[in-house]
């Protein structure tokens, strides 16, 4: 079929691309109706066809006649507003966009349109960032990123989002005292925050929470933000930022394996989601402990790749909290390795009525070789 002649869409059409899109990429979501650096208006994006305009064409195929594809050139269905970069990749490398796809996301981006327009003011949010200062590499999480990730799941922002920076530590390290000054520091933010929310609203907003730091502190946050407000927790990635990775994904059954070899020491939760904790960690820290393995099926950092897997992980803890709590009155120490959403929702688990001591022992800085000590008593 090369030479076959491009069927273009009509100039009715584009308009109607450009409205229900919002003038936004549909792709990245980079406004298109201003030059960033003249600050004026203009048109900078492009209709891409999401199936070709010839058979020829990127996600052509042999299923496709001249006359189908013709059919389909002016039905918005199959046309999308992209930014110049995003149109060149899908053309580029089709191979990486296939045509089901791009309609899904086609599909979904004027959902969230349709759904800003029309149905926002009934889900308002508050949205909040909480950066950990302790990191040798310092990572930011972008309030722009948050705003999308909170709009597409259907929350309205109120106003920009509250970031929040925890301290640096100091020559004492991170102790009782260091994690009573977070505490401090997020209950005034959060707070005020959430207040000022509710005034505006006469009602609790939701909250779209974003946060990276030590173990400890992410889950004194879960308790400070508390288990019956709702809330929308999103876990960065390395590759999609605050977009879930695979939002069809679905999460597979933690397994709970206990050592049986000395089932009268103090009780040792560990929790392997992200990583991998070897026993002789836990036994350094505490000997011998009697070690309870709630794992992942394939520890991983990006364990959590959509919204499923936070719930799925609390349902599944929440259980196995319980049959912990029966067996002793002693606290139950905790060794974690887990991504920041999970610390964050098992410290609202633990705001929830728990009578129940536990010691959260997180790793040390570099600078001791990372080996286990008491953190924190929740």
């Not at 979904?108 to 349109?113: K, P």
């Not at 100091?170 to 005292?177: A, L, M, N, P």
Request: hydrophobic share 40%; with cysteine; proline share 7%.
């Amino acid at each position: 079929m090369a030479g076959t002649k491009r069927i273009d869409a009509g100039s009715k059409a584009k308009d109607a691309v450009w409205i229900r899109a919002a003038g936004h990429c549909e792709l990245c979501s980079k406004d298109l109706t201003q030059d960033r650096i003249t600050l004026t208006s203009k048109k900078l994006g492009e209709v891409a066809h999401i199936l070709p305009a010839s058979p020829d064409g990127p996600r052509g195929s042999d299923g496709h006649s001249v006359e189908s594809l013709a059919a389909l050139t002016d039905d918005p269905g199959n046309l999308m507003l992209l930014c110049g970069s995003c149109h060149t990749s899908i053309d580029k490398t089709p191979e990486g966009f296939p045509a089901s796809d791009l309609t899904d996301r086609h599909t979904a981006y004027l959902a969230s349109i349709r759904f800003a327009a029309e149905d926002a003011h009934a889900n308002p949010g508050a949205g909040l960032i909480v950066l950990g200062r302790h990191f040798t590499t310092r990572v930011r999480i972008e309030p722009s990123d948050l705003q999308k990730a909170m709009w597409r799941d259907r929350v309205e922002p109120l106003r920009p989002p509250l970031v929040v920076d925890l301290p640096e530590l100091d020559q004492e390290g991170r102790d009782g005292r260091y994690y009573r000054h977070v505490r401090t520091i997020l209950e005034n933010h959060i707070t005020r925050e959430l207040t000022h929310a509710r005034g505006l609203l006469g009602d609790e907003p939701w909250v779209g929470l974003a946060a990276i730091g030590d173990i400890p502190s992410l889950m004194i946050l879960g308790q400070v933000i508390g288990d019956r407000r709702r809330r929308k927790l999103y876990s960065l990635d390395r590759h999609t930022g605050l977009r879930w990775s695979d939002p069809d994904a679905l999460p597979q059954p933690f397994s709970v394996v206990e050592d049986q070899d000395d089932p009268v020491g103090p009780l040792a939760l560990v929790l392997s989601i992200s990583a991998e904790v070897p026993d002789r960690d836990v036994l350094a820290a505490l000997p011998e402990a009697h070690i309870v393995r709630f794992a992942a099926a394939e520890p991983a950092y990006a364990y959590v790749k959509n919204e499923k897997f936070i719930g799925h992980f609390r349902d599944q803890l929440q259980r196995t909290l319980s049959d912990l709590e029966a067996r002793s009155p002693d606290p139950i120490n905790v060794f974690a390795a887990i991504p920041a959403a999970l610390a964050v929702e098992f410290g609202a688990l633990l705001s929830t009525n728990h009578r129940h001591g536990y010691r959260i022992d997180d790793r040390d800085p570099p600078t001791n070789a990372f080996r286990f000590h008491l953190s924190l008593d929740v």
